[in-house]
């Protein structure tokens, strides 16, 4: 059974940086697209960004657009996110997992806070 593991989570002020990784064992991310997902108070779970399995195709949720990266490393079976210029609003728990359904089971997710 896949295990995920969101780390790199934290408090930090507007206009500061975070990078969250995400490592996956017990299976190999394979040649899925990979993504991230975010999950604020009350609210539902929303995309914010996949990557293709060679690294080639990006895409992100308009709102975070010019401000994250997200990577892969799949040697390491492991996925980034590279986030700048963060915003209180980017305040949620983040997630990794496959793109498309059938989705593995989720992990615990790394809270990122943005004090203003």
């Known amino acids: 059974q896949v295990h995920l593991v969101e780390s790199g989570g934290g408090l930090v002020q507007a206009g500061g940086s975070l990078r969250l990784s995400c490592a996956a064992s017990?299976?190999?991310?394979?040649?899925?697209?990979m993504a991230w997902f975010r999950q604020a108070p009350g609210k539902e779970r929303e995309f914010v960004a996949d990557?293709?399995?060679?690294?080639?195709?990006?895409s992100y949720t308009d709102s975070v657009k010019g401000r994250f990266t997200i990577s892969r490393d799949n040697a390491k079976n492991t996925v980034f996110l590279q986030m700048n210029s963060l915003k209180p609003e980017d305040t949620a728990v983040y997630y990794c997992?496959?793109?498309?359904?059938?989705?593995?089971?989720w992990g615990q997710g790394t809270q990122v806070t943005v004090s203003s």
């Open positions: 997992n496959v793109r498309s359904q059938p989705q593995w089971t």
């Open positions: 017990g299976r190999t991310f394979g040649s899925n697209y």
């Open positions: 990557i293709s399995w060679s690294g080639s195709f990006t």
